[in-house]
């Protein structure tokens, strides 16, 4: 298979290079950017392209690469930091400018370019540096240049080496992706191959593989990555797999009823529905604190999920191995294995497993390598309903989250009745938006959209008489990333249809509000 190696130097646009390279039906994958040349050989890339990052090449402490990379006769192309380090390890020199860039700037073609073909002499790109190249490498040709950064492109086309100070992978960059196009297809040669319909086979494949004729373990959740497991290890294991599904009755309107249809009547799997609504319920009465609220709901799930695994052994059928619904953004962030990234911003990884002592199983991550719209398309392509590749991002701790206060089965029915009538109304939205533009995220779509119940009462009149009821509050955001997001700008006909639908539908509430917070300084959940 065609791939694609980007070394990661810390960029906060890494994940982006390879997400935009799989968007032109390349695969690609991220890996430190220190790892030797010989095991990036190893790997039997068709390119390298070397990312961004935040530091001075000439710092202490500074990223760097193995120089035998460049004598690998692979096509390099190296962004912002990635020119820098590539100038510095040839043999160039790199500078600290008086007046840095940051955001758009107009780059002028001052020579012919394989990189920059087909796009005009004179165009908009999007910079974020202070140091730049002062000096190119010998061989290279300087190819284009702005007011402040005299090489703001440089390539050697005799050893397909090829930089910009500027960064092509972000969409503020107007020709960026015919430059990625004209590296990938025009310089490298490569196919627009890979995509998901494809890549079914090869993913079953690997999953029986790994298994043999062991059981699996899946913990279901409903959302979109344990569900697209689940499919998966259907279609390649069959009743080997069994899931999981632990009911805690903080799912959102409708949800179990339809993770169990589909897991029953889809796909021929094990599936075992765990009620442990009572016992959540009991566990976090008067619990008001949302750390202490999300450490009960986490904890309790681990015991209701190893208590079906202990049975199973019980039975006469001793699982080995637990399949996760790891993605590769996990991977990237948490820098703990597989990538061993330099990114400057590491968190941990969201899916360790608290195993009991004594208890142990081999993982099976089938997805950690894709991003979330990959895991979206995949889902559709094994067959999984809309409503579930599509689904609404959802908090593990369910919500008892976007229950401010102590979780009470009265506040319990009141969210779960008004966070219906916001995810309809604004389903339907979207589902409008998609038919004018003809994408999933449009410019005025929701990302997210969800109701919040607060803690407090509020005076109303309904039917003449003085009411004293909860309010909801409606949160929809607009984001890309999840990392940054702006409170949506619905129409105020949406917004006064879910305000009205909610007061005459869900009993004990009387006022709705719109959380109009971004992020920052909010942050999209509220607990």
Not at 39 to 54: K, N, Q, T, V
Not at 175 to 190: A, K
């Given at each position: 298979?065609?791939?694609?190696?980007?070394?990661?130097?810390?960029?906060?646009?890494?994940?982006?290079?390879?997400?935009?390279?799989?968007?032109?039906?390349?695969?690609?994958?991220?890996?430190?950017?220190?790892?030797?040349?010989?095991?990036?050989?190893?790997?039997?890339?068709?390119?390298?392209?070397?990312?961004?990052?935040?530091?001075?090449?000439?710092?202490?402490?500074?990223?760097?690469?193995?120089?035998?990379?460049?004598?690998?006769?692979?096509?390099?192309?190296?962004?912002?930091?990635?020119?820098?380090?590539?100038?510095?390890?040839?043999g160039g020199v790199v500078g600290h400018t008086e007046v840095g860039e940051y955001g758009p700037a107009t780059i002028t073609r001052v020579a012919p370019s394989r990189l920059l073909d087909g796009t005009p002499a004179e165009q908009t790109v999007w910079m974020s540096h202070r140091d730049s190249v002062a000096m190119v490498p010998d061989g290279f040709v300087i190819t284009s240049s702005t007011g402040v950064c005299p090489v703001a492109s440089m390539e050697c086309a005799e050893r397909n080496?090829?930089?910009?100070?500027?960064?092509?992978?972000?969409?503020?960059?107007?020709?960026?992706?015919?430059?990625?196009?004209?590296?990938?297809?025009?310089?490298?040669?490569?196919?627009?191959?890979?995509?998901?319909?494809n890549l079914i086979d090869s993913l079953v494949d690997d999953v029986r593989s790994k298994v043999g004729d062991q059981r699996v373990i899946l913990g279901l959740s409903g959302g979109v990555d344990s569900s697209v497991v689940g499919a998966l290890c259907a279609k390649a294991i069959g009743k080997q797999l069994t899931c999981v599904f632990v009911n805690h009755g903080l799912l959102r309107k409708g949800e179990p009823e339809e993770v169990e249809e589909v897991f029953t009547k889809q796909f021929d799997v094990d599936f075992v529905h765990v009620h442990a609504e009572e016992r959540y319920a009991k566990l976090l009465e008067g619990e008001a604190n949302p750390e202490r609220k999300r450490q009960i709901i986490g904890t309790q799930f681990w015991e209701e999920f190893f208590t079906v695994a202990q049975r199973l052994a019980e039975g006469g059928n001793p699982v080995k191995f637990l399949a996760q619904g790891t993605i590769y953004p996990d991977i990237i962030e948490s820098g703990a294995r597989k990538t061993g990234g330099k990114a400057s911003t590491i968190k941990s990884h969201h899916n360790l497993i608290p195993f009991p002592e004594g208890v142990s199983f081999e993982l099976i991550e089938p997805l950690d390598h894709f991003f979330k719209d990959e895991v979206r398309a995949l889902g559709t392509a094994l067959g999984l309903p809309d409503y579930i590749v599509w689904r609404q991002p959802f908090p593990g701790p369910g919500l008892a989250v976007r229950i401010i206060g102590a979780v009470t089965p009265e506040k319990l029915e009141i969210l779960k009745n008004a966070d219906a009538v916001v995810r309809e109304e604004l389903d339907a939205y979207n589902a409008r938006l998609f038919e004018e533009t003809g994408e999933r995220n449009s410019e005025h779509s929701c990302w997210q959209y969800f109701a919040v119940l607060p803690d407090i009462k509020s005076v109303g009149v309904m039917g003449d008489e003085r009411t004293y009821q909860r309010p909801i509050i409606v949160r929809a955001v607009e984001s890309t990333d999840a990392m940054t997001a702006d409170w949506a700008k619905l129409p105020y006909e949406v917004l006064g249809r879910i305000s009205s639908r909610i007061v005459a539908e869900v009993p004990g509430v009387n006022r709705v509000v719109y959380d109009v917070t971004p992020k920052p300084p909010g942050t999209v959940e509220w607990e």
């Open positions: 298979m065609q791939k694609v190696v980007v070394l990661d130097f810390g960029a906060q646009y890494g994940q982006l290079i390879a997400r935009r390279v799989r968007d032109l039906n390349v695969y690609s994958e991220i890996v430190p950017c220190d790892m030797p040349a010989a095991d990036i050989a190893a790997m039997e890339p068709s390119a390298i392209i070397l990312s961004g990052g935040p530091a001075s090449v000439y710092a202490p402490d500074a990223p760097e690469l193995d120089p035998a990379v460049f004598d690998l006769g692979l096509p390099v192309l190296g962004f912002c930091y990635g020119q820098q380090i590539m100038a510095k390890t040839l080496l090829y930089a910009t100070q500027f960064h092509p992978e972000v969409r503020h960059t107007t020709y960026g992706t015919q430059m990625l196009s004209n590296f990938l297809f025009g310089v490298c040669g490569l196919e627009p191959s890979w995509s998901m319909d």
